[in-house]
């Protein structure tokens, strides 16, 4: 059994997952640990959050989009009035336009990126590798807060849309097995089984990962030889998630903190 956080309401729930992984958590601490310190990682121009992976290095957007405009011809006018070994950082980076220029090479930014990353598996064969939370088929990524296939998916959308959940009946008091044979069979115990895996329609938010994401589940399979199963991606999606919800909550605090403090 492997405990696992609800993405909806913040309670531990028990999920059986031994029909979908078959290794055990001891096993995947180094590659699981890979892919959480992902989300963390700060631009290497200038500290700052980063936002993905952008001209083969990990960035910021702002020191994305100033390094597209400098290999522009931007770069010619940049001169350094000290000594051009200025610190560059979130607050002093547009200060010296040459220095910060030359750090985004040092770090190997470059237009031809992705050359050695294309070597690997995309990351929909990876996905294609697991199995649907829902129905065991071959899943195609991370769908509404959990990793499904394109069939379960588009399921549970039209479900939600036509607001039809209500209306599902089970003729076998909700026992029905799910899997691809019979996931056409009774809608009110896939969807139950939806549900059980996490999806929601909050979660719709959780499957945009960015290409730092995809960057090191490939990264991840270069160094180990492995393809993530559904236990680390799991674990990665759900922790992806509450990392979501608490930036979103801070903001929103601090949102709320400036209007009271302007209203006094």
Do not use: W
């Not at 405009?69 to 000594?83: A, M, P, T």
């Not at 993530?228 to 759900?238: E, F, I, Y």
């Amino acid at each position: 059994m492997t405990l696992i956080l609800d993405i909806n309401y913040c309670i531990v729930s028990n999920i059986n997952y031994t029909d979908i992984a078959h290794e055990s958590r001891s096993e995947l601490t180094d590659p699981l640990s890979i892919l959480l310190e992902a989300r963390f990682e700060p631009c290497q121009v200038c500290g700052e959050q980063s936002s993905g992976l952008h001209c083969g290095a990990i960035t910021c957007e702002a020191c994305k989009k100033f390094f597209l405009r400098s290999i522009n011809g931007e770069d010619q006018k940049y001169k350094c009035v000290r000594n051009k070994d200025c610190i560059i950082t979130r607050n002093t980076r547009t200060q010296c336009q040459y220095c910060r220029f030359q750090k985004c090479k040092i770090i190997g930014m470059t237009v031809k990126e992705g050359a050695e990353i294309q070597q690997t598996p995309r990351v929909a064969d990876i996905f294609a590798q697991i199995s649907c939370y829902v129905c065991q088929a071959p899943s195609s990524g991370i769908h509404f807060g959990a990793i499904t296939c394109e069939g379960c998916k588009g399921f549970f959308r039209r479900s939600i849309k036509e607001r039809a959940p209500s209306r599902y009946k089970c003729m076998d008091n909700g026992t029905c097995e799910i899997n691809v044979a019979t996931r056409n069979a009774c809608r009110y115990c896939r969807f139950q089984r939806c549900i059980k895996v996490g999806m929601s329609v909050e979660g719709s938010r959780i499957g945009r990962q960015s290409n730092l994401f995809k960057h090191h589940m490939r990264m991840m399979l270069q160094r180990n030889g492995q393809i993530p199963n559904a236990t680390m991606l799991h674990q990665m999606v759900h922790s992806t998630s509450s990392s979501s919800r608490n930036k979103t909550s801070s903001r929103k605090r601090t949102i709320s903190e400036s209007s009271s403090s302007e209203s006094e």
